[in-house]
């Protein structure tokens, strides 16, 4: 089993940054490639960014392409979401998740693994 906890959330206005991660624990072995989602109250759970088992390969949204930025620490079992210029309609409750697969991947049912979330609220 494979434990999934996200932190750094928290509050920051319009156009600043933040920076969210993923520690993983437990069998990490199992894991291979890790992403970002995210989901508001009432919506659909929504890809944000993936990387590879390596961190050689990345993939984003293209609604965050350019602003935000991913990153792994295979050391430390720890991804990293860097996230610049936010928005407003960026608060969401942001998920880790760890996978088998060792692709990097948008669709959320090739993860095995989910965190219980960190709360970005984006003011205006």
């Known amino acids: 089993q494979v434990q999934l906890v996200e932190s750094g959330g928290g509050l920051v206005q319009a156009g600043g940054s933040l920076r969210v991660s993923c520690a993983a624990s437990g069998r990490t072995s199992d894991t291979h490639a890790m992403g970002w989602f995210r989901q508001a109250p009432g919506k659909e759970r929504e890809f944000v960014s993936a990387i590879n088992w390596s961190g050689l390969r990345t993939i984003y949204a293209d609604s965050v392409k350019g602003r935000f930025s991913i990153s792994r620490d295979t050391n430390k079992n720890t991804m990293y979401l860097q996230m610049n210029s936010l928005k407003p309609e960026e608060t969401d409750v942001y998920y880790c998740?760890?996978?088998?697969?060792?692709?990097?991947?948008?669709?959320?049912?090739?993860?095995?693994?989910w965190g219980r979330g960190t709360q970005v609220t984006v003011s205006s």
């Open positions: 998740a760890a996978g088998r697969s060792e692709s990097a991947s948008s669709r959320d049912y090739e993860y095995d693994y």
